[in-house]
């Protein structure tokens, strides 16, 4: 074996003892934070199988290559915005076709105020846009909720808020928020 060989056998096992580490102690470490899921705490959603990530954004959209673009992503909408859109990326060959959604919409009172019917795209992006034109957000500020179903089962649930600027809950960030949920339940 010569020295070139023995450098990059030397280069490629440490290599491996660096994932391996990683592997070991990044979950050790991760676990520890706040807001980390804890052995036997339930699981937030999405809890399904088909989910890899969602949020609620301004609006949301796929190109050519199937990446996926979020427009505006946020928890926090002012009472002028014209449109909210839930949106949720499928795992990879999770789902075969566009699969059936199904959205609720509820204001803060917890009425149901819209219920849509939509399918996913073709690659893995679903969307739902709940358009507020004739919903008063004014009127209705607070915690408003949307949840997604396919074939009758929720697979997903995603709280956002309506404030006008300086009238919203005193909370720094979405982490913050999502934080004291967890903790009130």
Sequence with gaps: MNAENRAASGNFSSFIFIIILVSIFCPLVFAQLPGAIQPGAPVPLPQSDFLLRS?????????????????????FFKPDTDQMTWWGEFKPFKTWGRPDLVAEWYDPEGRLINTQQFKGTICRLAKATLKTANLNLEQNQGRWRVDIY????KIDSKNFYVFSPGS??????????????SQAR
């Design 55 to 75: 949020g609620v954004a301004y609006d949301a959209s796929e190109d050519l290559l199937g990446l996926i673009h979020i427009q505006e992503p946020k928890s």
């Design 150 to 153: 396919m074939k009758g089962e």
């Design 168 to 181: 919203g809950p005193p909370v720094q960030s979405q982490a913050a928020i999502t934080v004291q949920a």
